[in-house]
Protein backbone atom coordinates (compact mmCIF):
# COMPACT_ATOMS: atom_id res chain seq x y z
CA UNK A 1 0.00 0.00 0.00
CA UNK A 2 1.26 3.52 -1.06
CA UNK A 3 1.97 5.33 2.33
CA UNK A 4 0.72 8.34 1.44
CA UNK A 5 -2.48 6.99 0.65
CA UNK A 6 -2.82 4.32 3.78
CA UNK A 7 -5.42 5.77 6.29
CA UNK A 8 -2.92 7.25 10.11
CA UNK A 9 -3.47 7.00 13.42
CA UNK A 10 -3.76 10.92 12.27
CA UNK A 11 -6.85 10.25 10.52
CA UNK A 12 -8.55 7.79 13.03
CA UNK A 13 -8.14 10.34 15.47
CA UNK A 14 -6.29 8.28 18.19
CA UNK A 15 -3.24 10.21 19.11
CA UNK A 16 -3.82 13.49 21.53
CA UNK A 17 -0.41 15.23 21.19
CA UNK A 18 -1.98 17.32 24.23
CA UNK A 19 -1.39 14.71 26.55
CA UNK A 20 2.43 14.78 26.23
CA UNK A 21 2.60 18.09 27.55
CA UNK A 22 4.40 17.90 30.42
CA UNK A 23 3.86 18.90 33.95
CA UNK A 24 7.29 20.37 34.44
CA UNK A 25 8.48 23.12 32.48
CA UNK A 26 10.94 21.69 29.60
CA UNK A 27 14.11 23.56 28.93
CA UNK A 28 13.46 26.55 27.11
CA UNK A 29 16.03 26.57 24.33
CA UNK A 30 16.62 24.05 21.40
CA UNK A 31 19.55 22.74 20.68
CA UNK A 32 21.59 21.01 17.46
CA UNK A 33 21.19 16.99 17.36
CA UNK A 34 24.67 15.47 18.69
CA UNK A 35 26.18 13.29 16.62
CA UNK A 36 24.98 10.11 16.95
CA UNK A 37 26.72 6.34 17.06
CA UNK A 38 27.33 4.47 14.94
CA UNK A 39 24.65 3.88 12.28
CA UNK A 40 22.39 6.09 13.80
CA UNK A 41 20.92 8.90 11.87
CA UNK A 42 23.15 12.08 11.47
CA UNK A 43 22.38 15.75 11.83
CA UNK A 44 21.98 18.19 9.69
CA UNK A 45 23.17 22.02 10.27
CA UNK A 46 21.81 24.64 11.34
CA UNK A 47 19.29 23.11 14.08
CA UNK A 48 16.83 22.01 11.15
CA UNK A 49 17.62 18.24 12.56
CA UNK A 50 17.46 18.15 16.67
CA UNK A 51 17.51 15.40 18.79
CA UNK A 52 13.57 15.23 21.40
CA UNK A 53 13.29 13.88 24.30
CA UNK A 54 9.88 13.35 26.18
CA UNK A 55 10.80 16.47 28.37
CA UNK A 56 11.25 18.24 25.53
CA UNK A 57 8.47 17.53 23.36
CA UNK A 58 6.75 20.24 24.08
CA UNK A 59 9.31 22.70 22.97
CA UNK A 60 10.52 20.80 20.51
CA UNK A 61 7.42 19.70 19.16
CA UNK A 62 4.15 21.46 20.05
CA UNK A 63 5.29 24.77 20.18
CA UNK A 64 7.90 24.83 17.32
CA UNK A 65 4.86 23.47 15.28
CA UNK A 66 2.88 26.61 15.51
CA UNK A 67 5.18 28.35 13.40
CA UNK A 68 6.95 25.69 10.80
CA UNK A 69 6.03 22.19 10.33
CA UNK A 70 7.60 19.35 12.37
CA UNK A 71 8.82 16.00 10.85
CA UNK A 72 9.07 13.55 13.99
CA UNK A 73 11.12 10.62 13.03
CA UNK A 74 11.13 7.53 15.44
CA UNK A 75 13.92 5.85 14.74
CA UNK A 76 16.36 3.28 16.42
CA UNK A 77 19.62 1.68 15.34
CA UNK A 78 20.01 -1.16 13.34
CA UNK A 79 16.41 -1.62 12.66
CA UNK A 80 15.26 -2.81 8.77
CA UNK A 81 15.15 0.47 6.29
CA UNK A 82 16.08 2.94 9.17
CA UNK A 83 20.01 3.59 7.42
CA UNK A 84 18.11 4.10 4.64
CA UNK A 85 15.34 6.42 5.26
CA UNK A 86 17.17 8.81 7.58
CA UNK A 87 20.36 10.60 5.90
CA UNK A 88 17.38 10.95 3.13
CA UNK A 89 15.31 12.87 5.73
CA UNK A 90 18.04 14.83 7.00
CA UNK A 91 19.24 15.93 3.87
CA UNK A 92 15.53 17.02 2.50
CA UNK A 93 15.40 18.80 6.03
CA UNK A 94 18.73 20.93 5.37
CA UNK A 95 17.50 21.24 1.87
CA UNK A 96 14.71 22.97 3.06
CA UNK A 97 16.52 26.12 5.28
CA UNK A 98 13.98 26.11 7.77
CA UNK A 99 10.70 25.43 5.98
CA UNK A 100 10.34 22.16 8.08
CA UNK A 101 12.45 20.90 11.13
CA UNK A 102 13.02 17.16 11.56
CA UNK A 103 12.69 16.10 15.02
CA UNK A 104 14.25 12.51 16.14
CA UNK A 105 13.35 10.23 18.54
CA UNK A 106 15.35 7.38 19.59
CA UNK A 107 12.69 4.25 20.83
CA UNK A 108 15.65 2.84 22.84
CA UNK A 109 15.66 5.77 25.31
CA UNK A 110 12.24 7.25 24.50
CA UNK A 111 9.82 4.10 24.93
CA UNK A 112 7.04 5.79 26.66
CA UNK A 113 7.28 8.69 24.32
CA UNK A 114 7.14 6.11 21.76
CA UNK A 115 4.19 4.25 23.33
CA UNK A 116 2.00 7.09 24.24
CA UNK A 117 2.43 8.46 20.26
CA UNK A 118 1.46 4.75 19.59
CA UNK A 119 4.19 4.00 17.58
CA UNK A 120 3.61 1.03 15.17
CA UNK A 121 6.62 0.08 14.05
CA UNK A 122 10.19 1.76 13.04
CA UNK A 123 11.08 3.30 11.16
CA UNK A 124 8.02 5.60 12.05
CA UNK A 125 7.52 9.25 10.27
CA UNK A 126 4.61 11.60 12.14
CA UNK A 127 3.73 15.19 10.51
CA UNK A 128 2.76 17.72 12.98
CA UNK A 129 1.59 20.99 11.85
CA UNK A 130 -0.09 23.70 14.62
CA UNK A 131 0.13 21.14 17.73
CA UNK A 132 -1.74 18.69 15.42
CA UNK A 133 -0.59 15.27 14.11
CA UNK A 134 -1.78 15.85 10.39
CA UNK A 135 -0.29 12.29 8.93
CA UNK A 136 1.97 9.55 9.77
CA UNK A 137 3.67 7.04 7.60
CA UNK A 138 5.60 3.50 8.67
CA UNK A 139 8.52 2.51 6.86
CA UNK A 140 10.50 3.55 4.11
CA UNK A 141 9.45 5.94 1.57
CA UNK A 142 11.24 6.15 -1.50
CA UNK A 143 12.35 10.27 -1.79
CA UNK A 144 10.79 10.95 -4.90
CA UNK A 145 7.65 10.15 -3.39
CA UNK A 146 9.01 11.33 0.42
CA UNK A 147 9.65 14.63 -0.93
CA UNK A 148 6.09 14.75 -2.82
CA UNK A 149 4.79 13.92 0.84
CA UNK A 150 6.62 16.78 2.38
CA UNK A 151 5.10 18.98 0.12
CA UNK A 152 1.91 18.27 1.03
CA UNK A 153 2.55 18.61 4.67
CA UNK A 154 3.45 22.02 3.46
CA UNK A 155 0.71 22.75 2.10
CA UNK A 156 -1.25 21.98 4.58
CA UNK A 157 0.85 24.00 7.28
CA UNK A 158 0.33 27.55 4.69
CA UNK A 159 3.91 27.12 4.13
CA UNK A 160 4.70 28.71 0.46
CA UNK A 161 8.05 26.99 -0.33
CA UNK A 162 8.68 24.78 -2.78
CA UNK A 163 10.62 22.43 -2.14
CA UNK A 164 13.75 21.52 -3.95
CA UNK A 165 13.64 18.96 -6.87
CA UNK A 166 15.61 15.51 -7.11
CA UNK A 167 19.28 16.72 -7.98
CA UNK A 168 19.47 13.43 -9.81
CA UNK A 169 16.77 14.20 -12.10
CA UNK A 170 18.53 17.92 -12.71
CA UNK A 171 21.94 16.19 -13.61
CA UNK A 172 19.78 13.65 -16.21
CA UNK A 173 17.93 16.79 -17.60
CA UNK A 174 20.76 18.65 -18.25
CA UNK A 175 22.81 16.06 -19.89
CA UNK A 176 19.68 15.62 -22.13
CA UNK A 177 19.31 19.23 -22.50
CA UNK A 178 22.53 19.63 -23.73
CA UNK A 179 22.40 16.49 -25.96
CA UNK A 180 24.77 14.34 -24.26
CA UNK A 181 22.14 11.10 -24.76
CA UNK A 182 24.84 8.96 -23.32
CA UNK A 183 25.48 11.03 -20.12
CA UNK A 184 21.08 11.19 -19.71
CA UNK A 185 20.90 7.53 -20.23
CA UNK A 186 23.03 6.45 -18.19
CA UNK A 187 22.02 9.13 -15.52
CA UNK A 188 18.44 8.05 -15.54
CA UNK A 189 19.19 4.48 -15.26
CA UNK A 190 20.96 5.12 -12.15
CA UNK A 191 17.94 6.65 -10.44
CA UNK A 192 16.16 4.11 -11.80
CA UNK A 193 18.61 1.25 -9.90
CA UNK A 194 18.26 3.42 -6.72
CA UNK A 195 14.71 3.95 -6.91
CA UNK A 196 12.70 1.57 -9.23
CA UNK A 197 9.90 3.06 -10.69
CA UNK A 198 10.57 6.70 -11.18
CA UNK A 199 7.73 8.45 -13.25
CA UNK A 200 10.23 11.13 -13.97
CA UNK A 201 13.79 8.98 -14.74
CA UNK A 202 11.27 6.69 -16.61
CA UNK A 203 9.75 8.98 -18.95
CA UNK A 204 13.69 10.89 -19.47
CA UNK A 205 14.53 7.41 -20.32
CA UNK A 206 12.07 7.11 -23.01
CA UNK A 207 13.01 10.62 -24.08
CA UNK A 208 16.79 9.71 -24.89
CA UNK A 209 15.79 6.44 -26.67
CA UNK A 210 12.91 8.67 -29.13
CA UNK A 211 15.98 10.69 -29.85
CA UNK A 212 18.36 8.17 -30.92
CA UNK A 213 15.55 6.77 -32.84
CA UNK A 214 14.67 10.40 -34.94
CA UNK A 215 18.33 11.10 -35.19
CA UNK A 216 19.58 12.62 -38.64
CA UNK A 217 15.86 11.59 -40.46
CA UNK A 218 13.94 14.08 -42.86
CA UNK A 219 10.61 14.17 -41.22
CA UNK A 220 8.88 14.79 -44.21
CA UNK A 221 10.61 11.85 -46.39
CA UNK A 222 9.62 9.50 -42.80
CA UNK A 223 6.13 10.45 -43.35
CA UNK A 224 5.68 10.37 -47.03
CA UNK A 225 7.06 6.83 -46.46
CA UNK A 226 4.72 5.72 -43.91
CA UNK A 227 1.90 6.89 -46.12
CA UNK A 228 2.93 4.35 -48.72
CA UNK A 229 3.32 1.11 -46.29
CA UNK A 230 0.46 1.47 -44.09
CA UNK A 231 1.57 -2.21 -42.67
CA UNK A 232 5.14 -1.57 -42.61
CA UNK A 233 6.07 -1.70 -38.83
CA UNK A 234 9.33 0.08 -38.92
CA UNK A 235 8.36 3.11 -40.88
CA UNK A 236 4.96 3.45 -38.62
CA UNK A 237 6.89 3.61 -36.14
CA UNK A 238 9.12 5.30 -37.06
CA UNK A 239 6.67 8.16 -38.20
CA UNK A 240 4.90 8.30 -34.86
CA UNK A 241 8.01 8.81 -33.25
CA UNK A 242 8.30 11.91 -35.72
CA UNK A 243 4.58 13.43 -34.84
CA UNK A 244 5.59 13.02 -31.31
CA UNK A 245 8.52 15.34 -31.29
CA UNK A 246 6.37 17.59 -33.33
CA UNK A 247 3.84 17.97 -30.83
CA UNK A 248 1.31 15.33 -32.33
CA UNK A 249 0.96 12.43 -30.18
CA UNK A 250 -2.06 11.97 -30.36
CA UNK A 251 -2.02 11.48 -33.82
CA UNK A 252 1.06 9.11 -33.01
CA UNK A 253 -1.26 7.14 -31.40
CA UNK A 254 -3.96 6.93 -33.50
CA UNK A 255 -1.49 5.77 -36.16
CA UNK A 256 -0.06 3.07 -34.01
CA UNK A 257 -3.66 2.01 -32.70
CA UNK A 258 -4.37 1.20 -36.05
CA UNK A 259 -1.45 -0.12 -36.82
CA UNK A 260 -2.36 -2.73 -34.24
CA UNK A 261 -5.43 -3.66 -35.83
CA UNK A 262 -3.94 -3.93 -39.16
CA UNK A 263 -1.25 -6.56 -38.00
CA UNK A 264 -0.99 -9.55 -35.93
CA UNK A 265 1.93 -11.96 -34.31
CA UNK A 266 4.92 -10.33 -33.71
CA UNK A 267 4.73 -7.40 -35.70
CA UNK A 268 1.53 -6.40 -33.79
CA UNK A 269 2.72 -7.13 -30.50
CA UNK A 270 6.01 -4.45 -31.98
CA UNK A 271 3.82 -2.04 -32.78
CA UNK A 272 2.05 -2.50 -29.11
CA UNK A 273 5.10 -2.26 -27.54
CA UNK A 274 6.30 0.81 -29.42
CA UNK A 275 3.03 3.03 -28.86
CA UNK A 276 3.07 1.87 -24.55
CA UNK A 277 6.63 3.29 -24.67
CA UNK A 278 5.21 6.55 -26.10
CA UNK A 279 2.97 6.46 -23.58
CA UNK A 280 5.87 6.71 -20.59
CA UNK A 281 6.30 9.75 -22.60
CA UNK A 282 3.84 11.39 -21.41
CA UNK A 283 2.83 10.48 -18.14
CA UNK A 284 -0.22 8.30 -17.20
CA UNK A 285 -2.40 11.46 -16.19
CA UNK A 286 -2.10 12.75 -19.81
CA UNK A 287 -6.04 12.49 -21.49
CA UNK A 288 -4.63 11.69 -25.01
CA UNK A 289 -2.80 8.53 -23.14
CA UNK A 290 -6.20 8.00 -21.57
CA UNK A 291 -7.97 7.94 -24.81
CA UNK A 292 -5.23 5.87 -26.90
CA UNK A 293 -5.16 3.39 -23.86
CA UNK A 294 -8.86 2.66 -24.13
CA UNK A 295 -8.16 2.80 -28.23
CA UNK A 296 -5.74 0.16 -28.01
CA UNK A 297 -7.74 -2.21 -25.84
CA UNK A 298 -10.58 -1.89 -28.47
CA UNK A 299 -7.82 -2.65 -30.88
CA UNK A 300 -6.55 -5.98 -29.24
CA UNK A 301 -9.92 -7.79 -27.92
Known sequence: MDPRTAPSI???GAVDLGALRPST?????SRPAEPGPSGAPQPGGGGVVIDVTEATFQTEVLERSMTVPVIIEFWAEGYPGGDGLSPVLAKLADEAAGA???????????????QMLRVQGIPMVYAVVGGQGIDAFTGVMPEPQLRQ???GILKAGGVEAELPGDPRLDVADDALMAGDLDAAEAAYKKILGETPNDQSAEAGLAQ???LRRIQGVD???VLAAA?????DVAKQTLAADVEVISGLADVAYKRLVELVRRTSGDERETARKHLVGLFVLAGPEDPAVAAARRALASALF
Open 227 to 231: REAPT
Open 100 to 114: WVLARVDVRTQQRLA
Open 25 to 29: PPPAA
Open 149 to 151: WLQ
Open 10 to 12: FTR
Open 208 to 210: VGL
Open 219 to 221: PNA
